[in-house]
């Protein structure tokens, strides 16, 4: 895949990729490409298995079976010949600093404040100077609206500020690439429109940014690609307006029609 | 039914009721009981054979301080050794390795699963099984220079302990959301490093009351060890009435201390878990106030 020599390589390739929880199959063969600088959505309804192939590319799920690259390297083995050998804890460590994520539910770290949040990556995991980390901390933090916020714990925030708290933090590492997990599925409706600004903003500034959401008209706004998931399986894909306006598959009419009010 | 202030001949007009406090015929009525009660148990103490300038005499004896001493120490390095076994034994427990995982299981099942007393006997009677101790190549000791009553104590009450605390620190650990971690590794945390970093510091306000439980009951435990001839509070005290027949005033000098070492510990602990609650939102002090960072 990565030896294409026309093209940029690409920043994800999923080739056939399974996932089993027990007997459920959650991902039934999922093969897709990303570009840098794209921003694709992944829409479906719950249980179609968008949140789960999110997870297996910052590896925090195993995959069953197939392959995915993130930004050319092979995610979680080492391949020696046609063998693929299991990469370390330490190795699958490095290769996450490729990819930031935001989740459902936020999962600021509870004992520390805002500021502390976002240093916390930078100055622990890439040794980076807590001088710095700060500096540039402080610009993140003014970037996603909550300067005045730095020393507040999650605790003292509503919902959308964490979310924001959050993508400054994943945002800090620096990611080639940032996968969203239903961001704003767990907060009151009327915060949900600060945290799509902030993304809106990050998707203007050319990041490579795959959404899994719910948010129809983000998506109509914002994606370059639509993917549509249901059953483990892509049902549909395409740019934003033929999918979301003119979906050609009836599982695809339904759903659409049951989320756009 | 409006202007119901003003109007006086109202049912429903308020301003001129006043509350009354309800009468606490049974706290008085219990306060008086126990007064009584108390009063008869401290004029039996007066009145009793106890002679309580002996009490007084021997509280700062020098053989009872130095034992109290003893008892403090032992408590801190047990509970220290205690801790880190058992952070260590926790951490082994929920670890992928299945051969870490069995042996920490063992430890506990193990550990306690036979009385304290009847392991620190084994302990201070090691030289019986192994009469030397060493590593082959480099040296070997006597064992029984090496396992004096301080260390056959400190075995004893410390590796009892680890396996108390590895499941209280387990406990912890499973306390704190499964986010946090995930949160951990999407930023590239190793596992060693997130439980570091993100899991123990939060695993400490479920982990702190019980060990702070534990450093107060393990002041009393370290009373067992006077049975192998560690020269703590309880057997220096017992060696002085040996002497001079004192039982009663002795084991109250003892007592004394006992109870002036756990109540400072308790104040302590207060100020521990109160430092180790932040971020738990229920911090009662209102907003964090700003740190310099």
């Known amino acids: 895949?990565?030896?294409?020599?026309?093209?940029?390589?690409?920043?994800?390739?999923?080739?056939?990729?399974?996932?089993?929880?027990?007997?459920?199959?959650?991902?039934?063969?999922?093969?897709?490409?990303?570009?840098?600088?794209?921003?694709?959505?992944?829409?479906?309804?719950?249980?179609?298995?968008?949140?789960?192939?999110?997870?297996?590319?910052?590896?925090?799920?195993?995959?069953?079976?197939?392959?995915?690259?993130?930004?050319?390297?092979?995610?979680?083995?080492?391949?020696?010949?046609?063998?693929l050998h299991p990469l370390t804890d330490g190795e699958i460590a490095r290769q996450r600093?490729?990819?930031?994520?935001?989740?459902?539910?936020?999962?600021?770290?509870?004992?520390?404040?805002?500021?502390?949040?976002?240093?916390?990556?930078?100055?622990v995991v890439q040794k980076r100077r807590k001088s710095e980390a700060i500096e540039a901390a402080l610009a993140l933090l003014e970037r996603v609206g909550l300067a005045e916020k730095r020393d507040a714990?999650?605790?003292?925030?509503?919902?959308?500020?964490?979310?924001?708290?959050a993508i400054a933090r994943a945002l800090a590492m620096k990611p080639r690439l940032?996968?969203?997990?239903?961001?704003?599925?767990a907060l009151d409706p009327e915060l949900v429109g600060e945290v799509l600004a902030v993304m809106r903003?990050?998707?203007?500034?050319?990041?490579?940014?795959?959404?899994?959401?719910?948010?129809?008209?983000?998506?109509?706004?914002?994606?370059?690609?639509?993917?549509?998931?249901?059953?483990?399986?892509?049902?549909?894909?395409?740019?934003?307006?033929?999918?979301?306006?003119t979906p050609r598959h009836q599982r695809t009419k339904e759903f659409i029609s049951a989320v756009l009010p | 039914m409006t202007g119901g202030n003003d109007s006086a001949a109202s049912p429903y007009s308020v301003a001129h009721l006043r509350h009354v406090g309800r009468p606490h015929w049974g706290r008085w009525l219990a306060a008086v009981l126990i007064l009584l009660a108390f009063a008869a148990i401290v004029?039996?103490?007066?009145?009793?054979?106890?002679?309580?300038?002996?009490?007084?005499?021997?509280?700062?004896?020098?053989?009872?301080?130095?034992?109290?001493?003893?008892?403090?120490?032992?408590?801190?390095?047990?509970?220290?050794?205690?801790?880190?076994?058992g952070v260590l034994f926790a951490i082994m427990r929920m670890s992928p390795n299945p051969v870490l995982r069995s042996v920490s299981v063992f430890y506990i099942w193990f550990f306690r699963g036979t009385p304290l007393l009847l392991q620190l006997l084994l302990w201070f009677n090691l030289a019986l099984i192994l009469p030397r101790l060493g590593i082959p190549g480099i040296g070997w000791l006597r064992?029984?220079?090496?396992?004096?009553?301080?260390?056959?104590?400190?075995?004893?009450?410390?590796?009892?302990?680890?396996?108390?605390?590895?499941?209280?620190?387990?406990?912890?650990?499973?306390?704190?959301?499964?986010?946090?971690?995930?949160?951990?590794?999407?930023?590239?945390?190793?596992?060693?490093?997130?439980?570091?970093?993100?899991?123990?510091?939060?695993?400490?306000?479920?982990?702190?009351?019980?060990?702070?439980?534990?450093?107060?009951?393990?002041?009393?435990?370290?009373?067992l060890a006077s049975v192998i001839q560690y020269a703590e509070i309880l057997r220096n005290a017992q060696?002085?009435?040996?002497?001079?027949?004192?039982?009663?005033?002795?084991l109250i000098v003892a007592a004394f201390w006992y109870l002036a070492v756990v109540t400072i510990l308790s104040i302590g602990q207060y100020f521990i878990e109160k430092r180790f609650s932040r971020g738990g939102g229920d911090r009662g002090a209102g907003p964090a106030a700003p740190r310099q960072t």
């Open chain 2, 43 to 85: 004029q039996a103490f007066v009145e009793g054979q106890i002679a309580w300038h002996v009490v007084a005499q021997f509280l700062t004896a020098q053989a009872i301080l130095s034992g109290l001493v003893n008892t403090v120490l032992m408590t801190f390095w047990a509970m220290a050794f205690g801790i880190v076994l």
């Open chain 1, 153 to 165: 714990y999650p605790a003292e925030l509503s919902g959308g500020q964490q979310q924001r708290v």
């Open chain 2, 143 to 223: 064992t029984v220079d090496v396992i004096t009553p301080f260390v056959a104590t400190l075995l004893g009450l410390g590796i009892n302990q680890g396996a108390y605390t590895a499941e209280v620190v387990r406990g912890g650990i499973l306390s704190v959301d499964s986010g946090q971690s995930e949160a951990a590794k999407t930023i590239g945390m190793t596992r060693l490093t997130t439980l570091r970093r993100i899991i123990l510091p939060q695993a400490m306000r479920v982990i702190l009351p019980p060990i702070g439980n534990e450093v107060i009951s393990m002041v009393k435990l370290t009373s």
């Open chain 1, 97 to 123: 600093l490729s990819s930031g994520m935001v989740f459902q539910r936020f999962n600021l770290f509870a004992h520390m404040t805002a500021l502390e949040n976002v240093i916390e990556g930078p100055v």
């Open chain 1, 178 to 185: 940032m996968l969203f997990d239903e961001p704003t599925s």
């Open chain 1, 1 to 83: 895949m990565s030896d294409q020599p026309m093209r940029a390589t690409p920043m994800v390739v999923a080739v056939d990729v399974h996932k089993y929880f027990g007997a459920l199959h959650a991902l039934d063969g999922i093969s897709l490409e990303i570009a840098p600088a794209e921003i694709l959505c992944i829409i479906g309804p719950s249980g179609s298995g968008k949140s789960t192939f999110l997870r297996c590319i910052n590896q925090l799920e195993r995959i069953d079976g197939g392959a995915i690259w993130v930004d050319g390297a092979l995610a979680g083995y080492r391949r020696v010949g046609d063998a």
């Open chain 2, 239 to 250: 060696t002085i009435y040996f002497a001079n027949a004192r039982v009663i005033e002795l």
């Open chain 1, 201 to 245: 903003d990050l998707a203007a500034s050319r990041m490579t940014m795959i959404v899994v959401t719910h948010e129809l008209g983000f998506a109509r706004e914002v994606a370059n690609r639509v993917v549509f998931m249901d059953g483990g399986r892509i049902v549909e894909e395409g740019a934003p307006q033929d999918i979301l306006a």
